[in-house]
């Protein structure tokens, strides 16, 4: 059994920071392509950020371009997302997601960490 969990959210305000972590674990010697989404309050889940599993390529939303990063852990399946110049709209419950197989479909959920940005 994969086990996503998350952590780091929390209430900043706008234009403040914040780092997101992210460990998927429960199979060894397996690497996962990775990601973060997003979801708000009446809204869809919306795809953030991804990383591959060497962490050699990343994707992102282009809400999100030039203000959050994803990075890797070398060699784990451990991912962060760094946020800054924080906005209202990032307000939303973020997700990890976890695959051994692609980088657009994901089988392994984190339960969420919530970030509220406020103005």
């Known amino acids: 059994q994969v086990q996503v969990v998350e952590s780091g959210g929390g209430l900043v305000q706008a234009g403040g920071s914040l780092r997101l972590s992210c460990a998927a674990s429960?199979?060894?010697?397996?690497?996962?392509?990775m990601a973060w989404f997003r979801q708000a309050p009446g809204k869809e889940r919306e795809f953030v950020a991804a990383i591959s599993w060497s962490g050699g390529s990343t994707y992102y939303a282009d809400s999100v371009k030039g203000r959050f990063t994803i990075t890797r852990d070398s060699g784990k399946n451990t991912i962060h997302l760094q946020m800054n110049r924080l906005k209202p709209e990032d307000t939303a419950d973020y997700y990890c997601?976890?695959?051994?197989?692609?980088?657009?479909?994901?089988?392994?959920w984190g339960q969420g960490t919530q970030v509220t940005v406020s103005s």
């Open positions: 429960g199979r060894t010697l397996v690497s996962y392509a």
């Open positions: 997601a976890a695959s051994q197989w692609s980088l657009k479909e994901f089988d392994y």
